[in-house]
């Protein structure tokens, strides 16, 4: 699952792999993009992250979610029942920091479930635009 899809930088090299991927991007505009590059290669949702229905089954998120859903999308991934297996999300920073703590925000109830820990940062020229701030990979993966 790619939540924040935006034009598919990261849905592209998911279809490439052979991964099933379901692209989630809340733009009409860009979700009907998306749906025109990768025709039945990925499923497009339009919706807002922050409302996203999870899977019933296990999954995977790879995402670059919209910064000011940061904390909507992380508690929806780590609510009790979730079916994540594993994420590699690219947040800011200081949220990323923030939530591969002990101090996160219902680190107790998920931590018993989920492990979470910093990956790479990743440089501004990454994006399009770059960001005016430094970001992180978070990496979660089911204990």
């Known amino acids: ?10 849905t ?9 991927v379901v692209a989630v991007e809340a733009h009409a505009a860009r979700a009907q993009a998306l749906r025109a590059r990768f025709g039945g290669a990925a499923i497009v949702v339009q919706a807002d992250a922050a409302d996203l229905r999870l899977p019933r089954h296990p999954y995977h998120v790879i995402a ?7 904390t909507a999308v992380l508690r929806r ?4 029942g979730s ?6 999300l690219v947040l800011q920073h200081q949220a990323a920091v923030r939530w591969a703590s002990p ?9 018993r ?7 790479w940062e ?12 430094r970001c992180r990979v978070l990496v979660i993966r089911r204990r």
Do not use: C, I, K
Request: hydrophobic residues 45%; positive net charge.
């Open 1 to 10: 699952m790619d939540v924040g899809a935006g034009l598919g930088a990261l």
């Open 12 to 20: 592209a090299p998911l279809v490439a792999s052979g991964a099933h």
């Open 64 to 70: 670059n979610p919209p910064f000011a859903l940061t």
């Open 77 to 80: 991934l780590l609510q009790p």
């Open 83 to 88: 079916r994540l297996e594993s994420a590699r």
């Open 103 to 111: 101090l996160a925000p219902g680190y107790a109830r998920w931590s």
């Open 113 to 119: 479930t989920f492990l979470v820990g910093l990956g």
């Open 122 to 133: 990743v440089p501004p020229r990454a994006f399009r635009p770059p960001p005016r701030v």
